[in-house]
């Protein structure tokens, strides 16, 4: 993990900014847009838009290689479409959508800004 901000000993992040989850999921269907409808599906009502999905460290969609060799274990980053976003609130509604729509989700990481600089890394591409 990359972290551009390194936390000191009594020294507080002035600012700390949530601009969304990556929700890693299981998904047997090996093709990924397919995969990416699901998702888009699941959050159209939600102020969070899915940006890309890897798979084993490769981005896969938008724009990825149909040649690409993907498993069954998919990263999906969605971030915030505005900052007004309640992180709580927001990714519960995500994660209720996406079961609800069969999404088999296995875990989530949150995406922070610690005074404005990244606390997470960017996927391939981005």
Same mark, same amino acid.
């Given at each position: 993990l990359?972290?551009?901000y390194?936390?000191? %000993? ?14 890693f ?7 990924? %847009?397919?995969?990416? /409808?699901?998702?888009?599906? %699941?959050?159209?009502? &939600?102020?969070? /838009?899915?940006?890309?999905?890897? #798979?084993?460290?490769?981005?896969v969609?938008? #724009? ?32 209720? %959508?996406?079961?609800? #729509? ?6 989530t990481? #949150?995406?922070? &800004? ?13």
């Open positions: 990359v972290l551009s390194i936390k000191k %000993a009594g020294h507080k992040a002035e600012r700390k900014e949530y601009v969304g989850v990556d929700v999921v299981h998904e047997d269907n090996r093709r990924p %847009a397919v995969l990416a /409808e699901k998702l888009i599906h %699941a959050a159209k009502k &939600l102020p969070v /838009e899915l940006q890309m999905i890897t #798979n084993r460290g490769v981005k969609w938008p #724009n990825g290689f149909d040649e690409t060799f993907c498993t069954d274990h998919w990263r999906c980053r969605f971030v915030t479409k505005n900052s007004e976003a309640h992180r709580q609130a927001t990714q519960w509604e995500l994660l209720k %959508a996406l079961v609800e #729509n069969e999404v088999d989700v296995i875990k990481e #949150n995406l922070y &800004l610690f005074n404005g600089e990244r606390g997470f890394s960017l996927g391939q591409g981005q």
